[in-house]
């Protein structure tokens, strides 16, 4: 890809971005005009007087933006920790959940809920619970998979992933069916929402984000050495376990928080960088800036229809990245040409 | 001096010995070829030096001990190419080339102008510029072994190492790529180790055959030393001829057991 082409591409994504976080603090039952949020916004970031009334200001600053915002992280963060995960273990099928992130937030969640006392305090160990869990499957995969030898590549931690998001499924399964009356919230969960977002899960998400996004994006080049296999990289130089466990480890934290506040979002960290891979081919150089950008701007979109269609009730947002999702990416599977 | 001193180099692997106290001193400029049945140890030996498997014994690239050299360090002194390269496909010609740079940059370093310099070097050498934004699958297999080349070379390592440089190549790109690595070897002066299974081109373009056998050297020498019929008959268990054949060197032609 020639640097200008590739800016072409940022500055493409960039404007889907932008016009995603536009729709996505416009819908709503209140209309607010796309110049006033504009102003609105700014006035709130830099303490100026806001053009909206005080109703009306409150719905943006309140309720649309962080929610936007929320979309736009959890997003961003689900698809560059997917591309990082397909880049890391050379497996086009890797997803966040891979190593068992999914399974272990999930036996998080369905513990809070089922022992912690009914009461406000559910809500906020929820996440803690979901965090903690997602972080601990994962480093029990990766020890896991480390026992079984570095010389047995990365094939040996996914199966070690699986193994663990087995074991722990069965777990929480088992809570389940021991505490019957969770399996309604516990659902509702596992199929991701981003409702109840305020500005307090934005300050949860953000600084995990931010970090893994910066050291996700400073290993694109090396993930690009890792795609020639890991005796190919070694023999370039290149320390491959430690690249490895860098790049999981700040996937893994930054899904750990992003399902902490928005529950299991699937097909993000799938179908955003297969799109961005063959529209502009394979390199991480510009694959992980883009699944980024694009990532955000897709989950602020899947999130606008998921409030939309079947208003004033919500869809779950894993409903509708799956449903769009999919089929968009048959299209986009069908008609793309490798770039020349 | 020499380029690659291998001193008592052995390699256990899975509890089997595959390479059994091999020694040779590999000349500034030299070509080398690694020769042997299957299983005798050429790649393990290819392996040992560029430091991907453990080994006893001592292998010295320019000098240094290559156990003290830092993996990077290595990497600016020897480069592989391996016999079946795991070739990621939806990458430019380019971007692959440029990989070779890797030894050169910093953790979190990116290519300069003279990792790029380097790359058009390495392209322009090996005819691969009408290449350089086709992505690698798009490539046929001569095409290929060209960009694996060329990101061997970009690396800019004075010692190359070639597995099986012609395997699963038509004879006229056999020809092409051993041409190619020898012109290389001329024009920068590189040092060359390959491990070669056509043993008449093994003898047509290496100054030196090192014929392993179960991990050990058994005969070494120039090509009329060592592509015997004896030697071939022992260690192959191969029906051959060898026919010294005038601007051809030696040829070694199977015969039917059977006829």
Redesign the interface.
């Known amino acids: 890809m020639r640097p200008a082409r590739a800016r072409l591409w940022l500055l493409a994504s960039v404007l889907f971005l932008a016009a995603a976080l536009l729709v996505g603090v416009l819908v709503g039952p209140v209309h607010l005009g796309a110049v006033n949020v504009v102003r609105a916004t700014f006035a709130h970031v830099f303490g100026l007087h806001s053009p909206l009334s005080g109703s009306d200001d409150a719905i943006l600053w309140e309720l649309r933006l962080p929610r936007v915002i929320l979309a736009a992280l959890v997003g961003g963060t689900l698809a560059a920790a997917g591309a990082a995960y397909q880049g890391v273990f050379r497996n086009p099928l890797a997803d966040p959940y891979l190593l068992g992130a999914a399974a272990g937030a999930g036996l998080g969640a369905t513990i809070v809920v089922a022992y912690a006392p009914a009461s406000s305090l559910t809500g906020d160990l929820l996440p803690i619970g979901a965090f903690v869990g997602a972080a601990l499957a994962v480093v029990a995969a990766y020890v896991l998979g480390r026992s079984a030898g570095i010389a047995a590549g990365p094939g040996a931690l996914v199966l070690a992933g699986v193994t663990i998001a087995s074991f722990l499924t069965a777990l929480q399964t088992f809570v389940q069916q021991q505490h019957v009356d969770t399996v309604q919230e516990v659902y509702s969960w596992l199929l991701g929402r981003l409702a109840t977002s305020g500005w307090r899960d934005v300050g949860i998400v953000l600084p995990y984000a931010v970090v893994s996004w910066a050291v996700i994006i400073a290993h694109r080049r090396l993930l690009d050495v890792l795609s020639v296999g890991d005796e190919e990289a070694a023999a370039l130089g290149v320390n491959v376990a430690r690249v490895r466990l860098l790049v999981v480890t700040a996937a893994t934290i930054a899904t750990a928080a992003a399902v902490a506040v928005s529950g299991l979002i699937g097909f993000v960290g799938i179908i955003v960088p297969h799109t961005i891979r063959l529209l502009v081919g394979g390199s991480y150089r510009l694959l992980l800036p883009l699944s980024v950008i694009v990532g955000a701007g897709f989950l602020v979109f899947a999130d606008v229809i998921a409030r939309t269609v079947m208003s004033p009730a919500e869809l779950p947002i894993g409903v509708v990245t799956a449903f769009f999702g999919a089929p968009f990416f048959a299209v986009v599977l069908r008609t793309s040409r490798r770039p020349a | 001096m020499s380029a690659l001193a291998l001193d008592q180099l052995s390699v256990t692997l899975g509890g089997a010995c595959v390479l059994d106290r091999l020694s040779t001193d590999v000349a500034h400029g030299e070509w080398v070829a690694l020769i042997g049945p299957n299983g005798a140890g050429k790649t393990t030996a290819l ?1 040992a030096v ?3 498997v453990p080994y006893e014994g001592q292998v010295r690239v320019l000098k240094d001990d290559a156990r003290s050299l ?7 002194r020897v ?2 190419v ?1 016999q079946v ?8 010609v380019r ?2 080339v440029l ?2 740079r ?2 050169h ?1 910093g ?4 290519e300069g102008r003279t990792d790029h310099r380097a790359v058009d070097a390495a392209l322009e050498q090996l005819d691969l510029i009408p290449f350089e ?3 690698l699958d ?1 490539l046929s297999g001569g095409e290929r072994q060209r960009a694996t080349l060329a990101r061997a070379l970009a ?1 800019d390592a004075p010692v190359l190492l070639l597995d099986e440089p012609t395997a699963a190549l038509d004879m006229g790109r056999q020809q092409q790529v051993l041409e190619i690595v020898d012109e290389l070897r001329m024009s920068r002066g590189l040092t060359v180790v390959s491990t070669m299974h056509d043993l008449t081109l093994a003898g047509q373009y290496a100054d030196r055959l090192l014929l392993l056998d179960g991990g050990r050297l058994v005969a070494a020498g120039s090509a009329d030393e060592v592509l015997t019929r004896a030697l071939i008959t022992q260690h192959y268990r191969a029906d051959v001829e060898v026919v010294d054949a005038p601007g051809s060197g030696f040829v070694v032609v199977p015969v039917r057991r059977t006829p």
Do not use: H
């Open positions: 392996r560029a430091g991907l830092p993996g990077k360090q290595l990497a600016r480069a592989l391996p390269p795991l070739i990621p496909g939806d990458i430019t971007a692959y990989l070779g890797t030894p940059l953790y979190f370093g990116s934004r086709r992505a798009t690396q």
